[in-house]
């Protein structure tokens, strides 16, 4: 009987390494999901002061542009073919501005799906967690029941051994007792 609890506690005992050695593993496929994401928003940080160093070149662009204007005062009449063209430039960044926000609101919805999918992950684990902690406390249960059946059963066998070598002995007694010539 106390083999078949043994045994009994060592697969409940694997098992519930089993359930720890899978949430260790998501546990590690999560965090190589964080390191990948990092490394994206690093990508993307990159990509951002690379569009901030374009910004201010156009910036001192203008600024050399409107140097220009100040000096040019008296000839604005024909220049007006001139302004024409920039004209035209500046709707070329305007479609690119357009574009770059259309980026930025791509961007914006995949934060939002990355949250929620982070939300749905971390509730699963969460729920994980809640059932692993749970086994633990039923097999903390299961022994503690067990250990207190064996210390019943235990006190039992050794009553029963106090018991029959009390017997022996007296029987060894009175067999002496009559052996013995007096």
């Known amino acids: 009987m106390t083999d078949d609890l043994t045994a009994k506690i060592l697969d409940e005992l694997v098992a519930l390494r089993r359930t720890s050695e899978g949430v260790e593993a998501k546990q590690d496929n999560l965090q190589r999901a964080f390191v990948g994401l990092e490394a994206k928003f690093e990508g993307l940080d990159a990509k951002f002061e690379g569009l901030d160093a374009k910004f201010g070149g156009l910036d001192a662009k203008f600024g050399g542009l409107e140097a220009k204007f100040e000096g040019l005062d008296a000839k604005f009449e024909g220049l007006d073919a001139k302004f024409e063209g920039l004209d035209a430039k500046f ?6 501005f357009e574009g770059l926000d259309a980026k930025f609101e791509k961007l914006d919805e995949k934060q939002d799906d990355l949250h929620r999918y982070f939300g749905v992950v971390s509730e699963s684990l969460r729920t994980d967690i809640q059932q692993v902690a749970e086994g633990v406390a039923l097999a903390n249960e299961r022994l503690d029941r067990h250990q207190e059946e064996n210390t019943r059963e ?26 013995t010539p007096n």
């Not at 709707?91 to 690119?96: E, F």
């Not at 029963?160 to 002995?169: A, C, F, G, H, Q």
């Open 91 to 96: 709707g070329g960044l305007d479609a690119k």
């Open 154 to 179: 235990f006190s039992e066998v050794r009553s029963m051994i106090r018991l029959s070598y009390t017997e022996l002995e007296r029987r060894i007694r009175t067999l002496e007792e009559h052996a």
